[in-house]
């Protein structure tokens, strides 16, 4: 068992930036959680996915947020164009049903 | 919508003592799954403890162990004979689908 593999596990760029977060989820979990951290507001979830479905988007900040699961092995979260404001730890996270949630160990972003 | 609310930010412990961190929160769902998971300064996000609504007895993982009231909405974890590798953010979380996180509380642990 991988475990929940998020890539990179740091990035830095510079305001109005493309940046892709990219998420393989467990084999086999059907469900796909994106979380953002911040000190400010905890973790906060963005959207989640079931069956390569978005179900639930309503925590997306803004249209610069968009996140897409092609298929049940991948997922990417873009943010076009970056602020600074958008600076976070940013989690994926699978499951079944049943399961525990499994976390990946996170992206640290970084906007300048 | 569901709510979780840890209302201590932070807490502290001497080594080998105990400690009990809280968490209250709301639902009008009667089956769902409550978690405890430690983030160290390494941020990973780890299961500590975890409990079906439906199960009246409390969950224990070795010296980890909840005290579940259901009725009250109530979820603390206790921390027997606390080591220093159990400094960490704490966060309790609710799952029906998806989990709903607590703030957080921030242990302390005094040598």
């Known amino acids: 068992d991988a475990g929940v593999i998020q890539s990179p596990r740091h990035e830095v760029t510079e305001m109005g930036q493309e940046v892709t977060l990219r998420c393989k989820p467990i084999?086999?979990?059907?469900?796909l959680f994106w979380y953002r951290q911040t000190m400010m507001r905890g973790l906060e979830l963005l959207i989640y996915f079931n069956n390569n479905v978005p179900i639930d988007d309503s925590g997306m900040p803004e249209d610069r947020f968009s996140a897409k699961m092609p298929n049940a092995s991948f997922s990417t979260l873009k943010i076009q164009p970056s602020e600074p404001r958008d600076s976070a730890v940013y989690f994926c996270?699978?499951?079944?049903?049943?399961?525990?949630?499994?976390f990946g160990d996170g992206t640290r972003l970084s906007i300048l | 919508a569901q709510t979780v609310t840890q209302s201590q930010p932070e807490m502290s412990v001497q080594e080998a003592e105990t400690v009990t961190l809280s968490c209250t929160y709301d639902?009008?769902?009667?089956?769902?799954?409550l978690f405890w998971y430690k983030q160290p300064p390494s941020r990973q996000m780890i299961l500590v403890i975890r409990q079906e609504a439906y199960k009246q007895q409390n969950a224990t993982e070795n010296r980890f162990s909840v005290n579940f009231q259901k009725a009250a909405k109530s979820f603390s974890l206790k921390i027997s004979d606390s080591q220093l590798g159990d400094a960490a953010m704490y966060f309790c979380a609710y799952r029906s689908t998806p989990l709903v996180f607590g703030k957080g509380t921030r242990l302390s642990v005094i040598a």
């Open positions: 996270a699978s499951s079944t049903q049943v399961t525990v949630p499994h």
């Open positions: 084999s086999g979990h059907d469900y």
């Open positions: 639902t009008s769902e009667s089956d769902y799954y």
